[in-house]
C-alpha cells in the first residue's frame, strides 16, 4: 500500500545529525550534553534501491522486492 504519492514505493527516515545554531542542552537519561537541534531527511525507497547497485559498483541480480516484474538487462541497471 502506498504511503502517499510521493512515496509509492515505502519510505526510508535517517536523521543527519545536528544543525547549526546549535541548542545545546543535558541529555535528560544520561545528562551527557548534546546538540537537540537536529532534523530529518525522507528519502523514497525506489531511490535508494537504484542508489545501491550503482554505489557498490555492480548490477542487481535477481528480482527486487520494490520491483517484482523488473528484470535487469546485460550491461545496464534496473531501468523504470
Known amino acids: 500500500m502506498p504511503l502517499s ?3 509509492t514505493s ?3 527516515v535517517v536523521q ?3 544543525n547549526e ?4 542542552s543535558p541529555d535528560p537519561e544520561d545528562k551527557e550534553i548534546q ?3 537536529t532534523n530529518f531527511k525522507y528519502v523514497g525507497l525506489e531511490e535508494v534501491a537504484e542508489a545501491l547497485p550503482k554505489a557498490a559498483g555492480e548490477e542487481p541480480t535477481g528480482l527486487t522486492p ?8 546485460q550491461n545496464s541497471l534496473w531501468q523504470a
Not at 66 to 73: D, E, I, V
Request: no cysteine; net charge positive.
Open 21 to 24: 545554531t546549535a541548542v545545546v
Open 16 to 18: 543527519d545529525g545536528s
Open 66 to 73: 520494490l520491483f517484482p516484474s523488473r528484470f535487469p538487462t
Open 35 to 37: 546538540n537537540f537541534n
Open 5 to 7: 504519492k510521493q512515496f
Open 10 to 12: 515505502g519510505l526510508l
